[in-house]
């Protein structure tokens, strides 16, 4: 027996699931005007927290990684979604070039970027992989296995910049696709490029410019306006958001609001858990407000645990992806992870990650950890991948089945996944 | 063991289509543009005939039934098809009613219509099905088996018009899909509907208005040049045809236009098996210039045939689906079909028809009939469907793999098939 999935809904959440699965075409039809009113991404990635009694998003990449866990029986969609994305964004394009992360020695990494390859070369694309880094470029190629379990080389070209266009191997790729969020900085060859070369995503979605703050703040309008077409309460799908800037963990700098704001965010979910009679222990998670990959992300259950981080953690907190130094702080509502995943009498904490192209939901799996707790960030070494069933659910709900199938369940995380990738589309528009 | 199937492709034809494969990212970088130029239709599909040297389209349907012959691994992309369909033709609807042909009796037909209630309820609108035709209202309900095997009821309700618009149930759905081609003649109540009511595919697709020699006469210029990009012949894909109208098979009235037009196509069949060295029986089929279902179809070999047609024969080329008396006629040169399936030892004759909604090709099956001949009609009673495996196949085709791998053949079907779409899309736009 394979691993098994434990993913409830309760109380006021699971009425609201039953809802949006009854009104599916309500639902359907909001996207499909949201999404003609603002462009979705080019591909994107959600995590996501259940803790039963509310759902959230934590996470919106607009440069995912992981496109290797898509499941077999998936693929097909995806593809034809890739052909969407390509329709919105560059249809004319012919050749497309893959700009990658510079993660040289990432074996996974290097699996994605070559199954992202396939899946574009299946889009009819002529598909090329290119750097600007010399380190990733030294690899001259990489490595991956295809679904049949070949291992196949891809090779890594050089990146240049002449006149105002790029070329790899003195070709011109149409399209230029970012599997790199520039959180350093955007490199000034991306800058300007001459109009009829074109970059997806945009290098607004970079995470040099983009805010957690500001994709929060979006959302949390986004999903009022959705809660608002069943008359259900936004925070059950919406986490609460404070911000703190000129911070510096190292020096000590501006503990004071850190506290002030981990104090009100925790004093609102009381209220809120007094509301809805949830018996569970508020926190509150506290992240640099650019950047992704779990890094610079810590709990805080008391707000005095702010002054009294050791210097392990201060250090950590300090650097984000690439040295980055973080003095812009997201302080948000912790959610639970009251999903779990058993495989082999282990029970492990799970986090839904949803795959999205264009506005198409297209699969996704579960980041299990079996080495952190219920209320701790689960992006961390050690962590797991186990692919969830999209095949059979999300665009195919069991529309008469109970509310608690877990086909019902997978369209219910898809339709928040489309929250905040819709709030994604709004962020970057603006 | 299952079916086994025989496709091949020979001599040239297999040289153009190792091109195709190979040059894929020009392929649907083509059809982009040729689809953003034309509107796909909402859905249709395409019969095909492979006589290995050849592959040709015969008849390119508008109101596609059949959709329970989808295989189920084939539901999700077709779900995703048509959400891209409803965003393009009617992105604010809600509402879909679905108007069937007036087959009371053809439980296979009401098989089609409840899958194809499944799949749009599916993309998350309110499904209905309703017709103006007292005789369909009078089944109140049809029955069909779902996926999991269950058989579920649909109500029949009754379209009604008032002020322009249709209502069925006293509610007025967004979208009218008809399934219905109105062979003998659009029903007063569909046309000139109030703008915020949306019927598709367009009367324009109905078999009252549009004929196969236009329909043809425009897939032979696309696929001039289509075949133009790899500079091939476009006879291999591409079939013969001519016209006679004022044609009266009852009185024998326009016999010798058929004979003549009939002697003229053998010749030019001749001349290009001459020029590829075949050895084959060229032969013609005359059909009724609209209409589909395969009825008044027939194989003619020699031109005089026509003077010396029995009464039989006389009268079943007279009448089209409905009653419609046939006087305009398309002579088309016959691709033979050397397709076989060889099922429990029996071989049959095969067709392969391939189902697209909007610009997608979202799945396909056989045609197959043991009791009919290379050069003949398969779409007759005594014929059966077997499912092509669409899943791994059309979207992903296997690139570095040897021309004849069935994952390629398929993608050259799909590549067929949506020319024919295509021409049917300038069709319907002029």
Not at 24 to 43: L, T
Not at 124 to 152: A, M, P, R, W, Y
Not at 188 to 206: G, I, V
């Amino acid at each position: 027996m394979g691993p098994q999935l434990k993913a409830n809904l309760c109380g006021e959440l699971r009425n609201f699931e039953t809802e949006v699965i009854e009104k599916r075409s309500v639902v359907e039809h909001w996207f499909r005007d949201m999404f003609a009113k603002y462009k979705p991404p080019f591909y994107s990635s959600v995590d996501l927290r259940n803790a039963c009694f509310k759902i959230s998003p934590v996470d919106t990449n607009l440069f995912p990684a992981g496109f290797n866990n898509i499941g077999k029986d998936d693929r097909r969609t995806t593809v034809q979604a890739f052909m969407n994305a390509i329709e919105r964004h560059c249809p004319h394009a012919e050749t497309v070039l893959i700009v990658p992360e510079n993660h040289t020695r990432n074996l996974y990494y290097h699996q994605h970027i070559g199954h992202l390859h396939g899946l574009l070369s299946n889009v009819g694309l002529k598909v090329t992989v290119g750097s600007h880094e010399d380190s990733f470029c030294q690899l001259k190629e990489i490595f991956f296995k295809n679904i049949e379990g070949q291992t196949i080389s891809i090779p890594v070209l050089r990146v240049s910049r002449h006149d105002g266009s790029l070329y790899v191997d003195g070709k011109k790729p149409d399209l230029i696709l970012l599997n790199n969020d520039f959180s350093s900085g955007i490199p000034a060859e991306y800058r300007e490029l001459n109009s009829d070369q074109k970059l997806a995503p945009c290098l607004e979605s970079s995470w040099a410019i983009r805010k957690k703050s500001r994709h929060f703040k979006l959302y949390s309008e986004t999903a009022k306006e959705f809660a608002g077409l069943f008359d259900a309460d936004d925070w059950l799908i919406s986490p609460v958001n404070r911000r703190c800037t000129n911070v510096s963990f190292k020096e000590k700098k501006g503990e004071e609001c850190l506290v002030r704001n981990v104090t009100e965010v925790l004093n609102e979910i009381k209220k809120k858990y007094a509301e809805y009679k949830i018996q569970r222990n508020p926190f509150v998670v506290i992240k640099a407000n650019s950047g992704t990959y779990g890094m610079s992300v810590m709990t805080i259950r008391q707000p005095n645990e702010i002054y009294n981080l050791n210097n392990k953690q201060r250090k950590r907190m300090s650097k984000n992806k690439e040295g980055v130094t973080v003095e812009d702080i997201l302080i948000q509502e912790g959610v639970h992870s009251f999903e779990t995943v058993i495989d082999y009498n282990v029970q492990s904490v799970a986090e839904p990650v949803v795959y999205l192209v264009d506005n198409h939901v297209v699969g996704g799996f579960y980041r299990i950890h079996a080495k952190k707790g219920l209320d701790e960030n689960l992006n961390t070494p050690g962590m797991q991948f186990f692919p969830i069933a999209f095949e059979d659910s999300c665009q195919l709900p069991a529309s008469s089945a109970d509310p608690d199938s877990i086909t019902n369940r997978l369209y219910f995380y898809g339709v928040i996944a489309r929250l905040a990738t819709l709030s994604a589309a709004k962020e970057v528009r603006e």
